[in-house]
Structure formats: C-alpha cells, structure tokens
C-alpha cells in the first residue's frame, strides 16, 4: 500500500497498536481534508478526527478534534491561537492537511477531545493527505501522552 511507511504508521506499528489504514484519492481542490475523508472513505462524521496545531502563550500544542467541530481554543488557554501553518509543518514534520498526532518530529504537548472517548475507534490523519489511520481513541491518547478535554465547539 502507498504510503505504509509515514512516520504515523511506523509509530503505531512500534507501538503494537491495533489499526487500519484507509486510502482514499485526494482531490486538490477539496476545502476540508477531514470532510473529504468522511465523504470518500464512507465514515461517520463523528468518529473522524482533524489535527491542528495551536500556539498556547508561544509554546506549540496539538489539538485533535472531530471534523465538523471548531477547535475552542479559549479551552487550549488564555492567550492560544492558531499557530501558522509553516511553524505546524515544521515542528511535525508533515505538510498541513497531512498532519497526524502520531510519528512528529518533534513531540508537542496534545490535547484530543473528550468526545473520542465516545467512540470505540477513530480515525486521524496517517500523515498524508488521502491516507486515514483507523484506531482505538485510548491508544491516540497513550501513544501522544495526551490529555483529554473537551477542547471542540459544535
């Protein structure tokens, strides 16, 4: 499969995770990478979740949150906002629509919504735009050393 060595793949793999790896074909011209995914793979909008990334009073943070949700980001702290996309792309080591919170190049403090807990499995981004990694939200949580929140907006 395209894509199978991402650095979220061989994260999880290490791990001994239990996941699965849904590919789908990227369109450029998509607005949203997580609704296209939830459109093209079939899935329910609840259980796929975005990577963003944050800048907490100058400190970089990963928030995923579910696709069709804003992040709050007065949930992430006072003074958060969102960080720019070339600071994101350099500190993870993916390019933005591809980021995932597993496999990073540089481990940031992450947050995921507590909505995932909902959820016996969710689906991220596998470090490419087009590639989806299919998990348990208890695993994402143990894997990134997150915390849980309820960092998302409706």
Same mark, same amino acid.
């Given at each position: 499969?395209?894509?199978?060595?991402?650095?979220?793949?061989?994260?999880?793999? *290490?791990?001994?995770? /239990?996941?699965?790896?849904?590919?789908? *074909?990227?369109?450029?011209?998509?607005?949203?990478?997580?609704?296209? /995914?939830?459109?093209?793979?079939?899935?329910?909008?609840?259980?796929?979740?975005?990577?963003?990334?944050?800048d907490v009073d100058g /400190?970089?943070?990963?928030?995923?949150?579910?696709?069709?949700?804003?992040?709050?980001?007065?949930?992430?702290?006072? +003074?958060?906002?969102?960080?720019?996309?070339?600071?994101?792309? +350099?500190?993870?080591?993916?390019?933005?629509?591809?980021?995932?919170?597993?496999?990073?190049?540089?481990?940031?403090?992450?947050?995921?919504?507590?909505?995932?807990?909902?959820?016996?499995?969710?689906?991220?981004?596998?470090?490419?735009?087009?590639?989806?990694?299919?998990?348990?939200?208890?695993?994402?949580?143990?894997?990134?050393?997150? +915390?849980?929140?309820?960092?998302?907006?409706?």
């Amino acid at each position: 499969m395209a894509g199978k060595g991402t650095p979220a793949i061989v994260a999880a793999t *290490r791990a001994g995770v /239990a996941f699965i790896v849904h590919e789908y *074909r990227h369109d450029t011209r998509a607005e949203s990478y997580g609704l296209e /995914a939830v459109e093209k793979l079939g899935l329910e909008a609840a259980r796929v979740f975005k990577t963003l990334v944050a800048d907490v009073d100058g /400190a970089l943070t990963v928030a995923v949150v579910p696709v069709e949700a804003k992040l709050d980001l007065r949930a992430l702290g006072k +003074r958060a906002r969102m960080a720019e996309a070339a600071a994101a792309e +350099r500190a993870t080591g993916y390019v933005a629509g591809g980021i995932s919170p597993l496999g990073q190049r540089r481990t940031l403090p992450t947050v995921v919504d507590a909505s995932a807990l909902d959820h016996e499995t969710i689906h991220v981004s596998a470090g490419r735009r087009g590639l989806e990694l299919e998990l348990a939200p208890t695993d994402l949580v143990e894997l990134t050393g997150a +915390r849980v929140a309820p960092i998302a907006r409706r």
